[in-house]
């Protein structure tokens, strides 16, 4: 987690989008530099905060000084000696680096290379051949999986010496307590079996379709969905494959992404969309800073970036930015939204204390983002953003919008929640 930085938050520098997005020697130098000093920063004020509000802060009746005490008193990493913080810091460097750079390549075409974006998402999108599937699939996770194992099991034991010692058994006990809840595990034990029924239906739904598409030798009707058949390398978003199974198939097709290239649309014009999208409900334009020192789009100069989108607050009222690797699809024009969503809840909370300035809880934030972009979706708004030429009442277009709705979900991937960043 990056904590608040050597001096006022509001005057943290670190290497983000528009500073230098690359991956190279210098600039994981300058992100374990930051990570550095905001636990130097962490550590300084939240021993403060335990000498003189540990026997008694929680019997505060004020929730909001309660919230304040117990974020500013967790050290987390800031707890671990200084070799152990540099080897921490290090880690999480070293894992970003190999998650961001792997690359599959073909054996019998040495030149050929393939990155995760954008070429290995294209192909997990695109190619029905469940060859070339099953070899971009296993390849990256091979390539990503076999030399990350060690490093994730180093940090998570650092992590969770690290959170021991603010009172916590281990980082994920850590991370449940930003839920407030005593009975989150168990909640969640409730919401699935409420899911579960729906889930089960749309997983043998479409794993029928793919068995009418691969047939015996790859689908086993009663058992799993292979993951690399699922649209993504996580096999949680499915709206790849929307193609495939679709009901009423000789109805207009929801999936605009023809459109939006017909119609010339690019990256800007992408989140001058979602721009619009979130003025018309009467929130907040994005700053100038946003338009100015966001990435949108994937550097033409053959920098090695982090491609997974994330939102960003600079937590100096006025700086919000957009990592994202963007391309023309309707997928990415939700994940514009989703992503905007992030930004326009930083931009609601600017004005809180520091400590207030992060979601209710991290499932709150991923929820506002979601709930925006499958807004984005409804044949109704594609046919007033000028992806639809006509919208009817039928029942079929209804039905297929909300399979394509149920297939949607955001991969959010981060090997630890971010002071600065939301996915």
């Known amino acids: 987690m990056d904590e608040a930085g050597p001096s006022d938050p509001e005057s943290l520098q670190v290497a983000a989008p528009g500073d230098d997005d690359g991956l190279g020697p210098r600039q994981s130098s300058l992100r374990e530099e930051a990570a550095l000093l905001s636990q130097e920063f962490a550590e300084v004020w939240g021993q403060k905060a335990k000498a003189l509000f540990d026997p008694i802060w929680q019997n505060f009746t004020n929730p909001t000084l309660r919230r304040i005490i117990s974020a500013v008193r967790t050290l987390g990493p800031a707890n671990l000696p200084l070799e152990e913080r540099q080897q921490y810091n290090s880690l999480l460097s070293n894992m970003s680096r190999i998650y961001s750079t792997a690359k599959v390549c073909f054996p019998n075409k040495t030149a050929t290379c393939w990155s995760l974006d954008p070429e290995l998402t294209n192909i997990l999108a695109a190619s029905r051949s469940y060859a070339l599937l099953l070899y971009a699939w296993e390849g990256w996770h091979n390539a990503v999986g076999i030399p990350l194992k060690p490093l994730y099991q180093?940090?998570?034991?650092?992590?969770?010496?690290?959170?021991?010692?603010?009172?916590?058994?281990?980082?994920?006990a850590y991370w449940r307590s930003w839920y407030d809840s005593p009975t989150f595990t168990e909640d969640l034990e409730h919401l699935y079996h409420q899911l579960e029924p729906l889930y089960l239906n749309l997983h043998a739904y479409v794993r029928r379709a793919l068995h009418r598409r691969y047939g015996d030798r790859f689908i086993n009707l009663r058992g799993p969905i292979p993951a690399h058949l699922l649209g993504d390398m996580w096999a949680q978003s499915w709206d790849r494959i929307y193609d495939m199974v679709v009901p009423f198939s000789d109805k207009p097709n929801l999936d605009v992404t023809s459109t939006m290239v017909q119609k010339g649309w690019n990256?800007?014009?992408?989140?001058?969309?979602?721009?619009?999208?979130?003025?018309?409900?009467?929130?907040?334009?994005?700053?100038?800073?946003?338009?100015?020192?966001?990435?949108?789009?994937?550097?033409?100069?053959?920098?090695?970036?982090?491609?997974?989108?994330?939102?960003?607050?600079?937590?100096?009222?006025?700086?919000?930015?957009i990592k994202q690797c963007t391309q023309v699809t309707m997928d990415q024009l939700s994940t514009v939204h989703h992503e905007m969503g992030h930004v326009q809840y930083y931009l609601q909370y600017k004005d809180q204390h520091v400590s207030l300035r992060q979601g209710a809880n991290p499932g709150f934030h991923e929820a506002i983002g979601d709930v925006l972009a499958l807004s984005v979706s409804t044949p109704a708004h594609l046919y007033k953003i000028g992806l639809l030429d006509h919208v009817t009442n039928d029942r079929e277009p209804s039905i297929r919008g909300s399979v394509l709705q149920l297939s949607e979900t955001k991969p959010t991937l981060t090997l630890e929640p971010s002071f600065m960043s939301q996915m």
Do not use: I
């Not at 010496?161 to 980082?171: C, L, M, V």
């Open 154 to 172: 180093n940090f998570t034991a650092l992590s969770n010496a690290a959170y021991r010692q603010d009172g916590f058994s281990d980082t994920g």
């Open 267 to 321: 990256a800007t014009h992408m989140f001058r969309v979602a721009e619009e999208f979130f003025t018309s409900l009467g929130l907040l334009p994005m700053p100038p800073e946003f338009w100015a020192e966001s990435m949108l789009e994937k550097p033409s100069d053959g920098r090695e970036v982090v491609c997974h989108a994330s939102a960003w607050d600079f937590y100096n009222r006025k700086d919000f930015r």
